[in-house]
């Protein structure tokens, strides 16, 4: 299967900082990524997504950063909030599967 | 994107039982796929649920543990047959309208305790 891993398993960040997690993946045929937010007890919940051709794509308070080269991949949040407190994935979708292959996911826990 | 939901939401099962889970989209969906998340880790995919015909599996995973059925573009379920501890985790139903993983959303999940 693909290898996608998170560099840091957790991150503590004050509010109103910003957040940056990040991600490595393994399969250079990957043409599609995507960040989940999971909060306790629910499923993962789309954040935002980016393609191959593309280095970076901006959303609503969060950014996604693609390196290619370095096959690495990042999501930083603006002026994070307690809301914000969650595990954070990203996944690919290996070499053009229809399904997605997920890292192992960071915390992130915002301090009031 | 669209709404799923899972059922039941939690259970806790015997050791030998088998379990259900039924995963309802409020709209047509191209693909369906199952997943296992086992507490404090990521995502596994167990199968893709193919509509009309026997779903995909993921190495690990067989049709005689986890049989699946999808009988439209909206309704599949996942069987968690002759269970043990080790079956115990969240199993997760997703979808997506586009091929390449686009946009593909989850239900909340099913919790499952085996005794």
């Known amino acids: 299967g693909e290898s996608v891993g998170l560099h840091l398993p957790t991150l503590s960040v004050q509010e109103g900082d910003n957040s940056i997690i990040n991600c490595a993946y393994s399969?250079?045929?990957?043409?599609?990524f995507i960040w989940y937010k999971q909060e306790s007890g629910k499923g993962p919940q789309f954040i935002i997504d980016?393609?191959?051709?593309?280095d970076k794509r901006q959303g609503q308070r969060v950014t996604v950063l693609l390196n290619k080269t370095v096959k690495h991949l990042s999501l930083q949040i603006a002026a994070t909030q307690p809301g914000d407190s969650a595990v954070y994935f990203c996944?690919?979708?290996?070499?053009?599967?229809?399904?997605?292959?997920f890292g192992t996911g960071t915390r992130l826990t915002v301090i009031p | 994107s669209a709404v799923i939901s899972q059922k039941p939401s939690r259970d806790i099962c015997q050791r030998g039982t088998s379990l259900t889970i039924q995963c309802q989209v409020d709209?047509?969906?191209?693909?369906m796929f199952w997943y296992r998340q086992q507490p404090g880790q990521s995502l596994t995919l167990i199968a893709t649920?193919?509509?009309?015909?026997?779903?995909?599996?993921e190495s690990g995973f067989v049709i005689d543990k986890f049989p699946i059925s999808r009988p439209n573009l909206t309704f599949s379920t996942l069987t968690v047959s002759n269970m043990s501890p080790e079956d115990s985790s969240i199993y997760l139903c997703?979808?997506?309208?586009?091929?390449?993983?686009?946009?593909?959303?989850f239900g909340p999940g099913t919790r499952l305790t085996v005794l």
């Open positions: 996944a690919e979708n290996g070499d053009g599967a229809n399904n997605l292959f």
């Open positions: 399969n250079s045929a990957s043409d599609y």
């Open positions: 980016i393609r191959s051709n593309m």
């Open positions: 709209s047509q969906v191209t693909m």
């Open positions: 649920a193919n509509q009309g015909s026997e779903a995909t599996y």
């Open positions: 997703s979808g997506c309208r586009f091929s390449g993983g686009e946009e593909q959303f």
